[in-house]
């Protein structure tokens, strides 16, 4: 099992990430991958791109070199209001929205608040995925977040650099899968890729959901046009 599209990538436009959407493209097509999603951080946050990235993002052809390409963001969660910081009118142009919690940009004092502020971004019509939710620096009721994200359709992601980060988010990570396998929710497995090579590296995620007995058929990102129709992106 891989996944088709990874939905999750930065370029050199978020300044803390390290290769161009070029090299991205190469390596999901050395990889066998059909498509990526281009996903700096949202303006809010220190080394995001300018708004104009995003006002702009029309200028990316929707395939290039035999991938699609999908315009998105990885917007910030900035109170607990659960206001993001894609807006009008840039927010119109992308294919869609990933809203992810980033302390840097809005520190939650505390468990409740986060809460609060994961289930009012799920209210937000543009958003369609939910960011590393294992993430943050207390664990809150993934529960409850994800059955709000059941009702409103929005995908939860398992993010490959989590694991990478801390021991902690990989135990949250089985903790959010298990419950998505459980309350049938669908999920993106994405490489959250800071440098061209992590693209489409996403294996041990795989390896983990294998000891959780995941159901494959909630991955929507292994089948790119199940990814395209649930986003509502034509091609
Ligand atoms: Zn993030
Ligand atoms: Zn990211």
Redesign the pocket.
Known sequence: MKIEIDLHTHTLASSHAYSTLYENLQEAKAKGLKGIAVTN?GPDMEDSPHFWHFNCIGAIPKSAYGITILKGI?ANIINKNGEIDARPPFVKKLDFVIA?Y?PPVYASGTVKELEEAYLNALENPYVKII??LD?GPFEINYERVINKAKEKKIAVEL?R?SLSLSEQYRGRVIKIAEICNRLKVPVTINS?AHFCSSVGDVGIVFDLLEETNFDETLILNSDINKTLEFLDVKE
């Open positions: 951080h990885e992810s980033h960011g590393h993430r993010n650099h959250d």
